[in-house]
C-alpha cells in the first residue's frame, strides 16, 4: 500500500504484549511467534548478534541470533536490516532469542541500490528510536513495511519524507499545515516552526522559511493525499519538504538521525 494507514494511538493495544507474556508464563511456554522487520543489528561476543525487530503484535523486540556470525547462514542472512521476516522467539528475562526466523520479503530493490537503502535505513532508525521495547504498535509495524514495499517499487522523492510526516502524526505530533499554528490564517502560509508544531503566517513568521509549493506538499501528505504526492517529480519542494521533515522529526526525538548523512 502507499498510504500506509496511520491509526491514531490512542488505539494501540497497549497491554496485548504484556498479558500475552503472562498468559505464556503462567502456561509454562516460553516461546511465540511473530512476524516483524529487521531495524538493526549489533554484534555480541564472538559469534552472535543482538537484532532489534519491529513486530506486528509485541512492539519492538530485542533478540539473540546465536552462532550467525561463525559462518555465513542462510539463518543469518534472514536477520539483516530491512528483512520481513516469520519468526520463532525464546522469551528471555532481558534479551530474546531467535529460534527459527524464515523469510517473508528481502526488499531486493532496496538492498541492490545504495540510495534506497540509504532511504530504508533512515527510516529503520526513526522508528528503532520510537518503538517501544514490548510495547504493541501494529499501525508502526503496518506504516513501516507500507513504506518499504512504496521504496522497493519506485525511489520517489518523497517516499521518506512521507513516512516521517505520518511518523509525527502517528505519536501523536500532526503538525498543523492547513492553518498558521497561531491564528488560523489559511492563506500566505510561509514558515514552519516545530516548536509551535506548525505553519505560520507571514505575520507570525519564525522558524524555517517554506515555499507555497512546500506548503501543497505537506497538506497532500497529511491530508490523506500520501498517494499524490509520491507521485510528485523531484524538484526544489519536494527537497524542502524532505529537509524540513528531518529537522522535525529529530527535534521530537531530541537527536540527530545518524543515517540522514547517507542521503546528502
Not at 508464563?25 to 552472535?48: C, F, M, N, P, S
Request: glycine share 6%; aromatic share 4%; proline share 5%.
Amino acid at each position: 500500500s502507499r498510504t500506509w494507514p496511520t491509526p491514531s494511538a490512542s488505539t494501540r493495544p497497549a497491554n496485548a504484549a504484556s498479558a500475552g507474556s503472562e498468559h505464556r508464563r503462567a502456561r509454562g511456554v516460553a516461546l511465540y511467534r511473530d512476524q516483524g522487520i529487521v531495524l538493526r543489528t549489533y554484534k555480541l561476543g564472538e559469534a552472535d548478534r543482538i537484532v532489534s525487530i519491529i513486530t506486528e503484535r509485541h512492539g519492538k523486540v530485542r533478540a539473540v541470533a546465536k552462532g550467525v556470525r561463525k559462518t555465513k547462514s542462510k539463518f543469518g542472512a534472514r536477520l539483516e536490516p530491512t528483512s520481513h521476516v516469520a519468526l520463532q522467539l525464546y522469551e528471555g528475562r532481558e534479551l530474546d532469542i531467535v529460534t527459527q526466523a524464515e523469510s517473508i520479503d528481502h526488499f531486493r530493490p532496496i538492498r541492490d541500490d545504495l540510495d534506497r537503502l540509504g532511504r530504508a535505513v533512515t527510516m529503520l532508525e526513526s522508528v528503532d528510536q520510537v518503538a517501544m521495547e514490548r510495547e504493541p504498535n501494529p499501525a508502526l509495524y503496518r506504516m513501516l513495511l507500507g513504506a518499504l514495499r512504496s521504496l522497493a517499487a519506485r525511489n520517489t522523492p518523497l517516499v521518506v519524507a512521507g513516512f516521517h510526516w505520518k511518523l509525527l502524526a502517528l505519536e501523536g505530533f500532526r503538525p498543523v499545515v492547513e492553518t498558521c499554528v497561531l491564528c488560523e490564517e489559511d492563506e500566505d502560509l510561509v514558515a514552519f516552526d516545530p516548536v509551535e508544531g506548525g505553519l505560520l503566517c507571514s505575520q507570525h513568521r519564525r522558524g524555517t522559511r517554506v515555499s507555497p509549493a512546500a506548503v501543497e506538499l505537506l497538506r497532500q501528505i497529511l491530508g490523506g493525499r500520501l498517494a499524490q504526492a509520491l507521485d510528485e517529480p523531484a524538484s526544489p519542494a519536494t527537497h524542502e519538504v524532505e529537509h524540513l521533515a528531518t529537522r522535525v522529526v529529530e527535534h521530537h526525538l531530541e537527536r540527530r538521525l545518524r543515517s540522514v548523512g547517507v542521503l546528502e
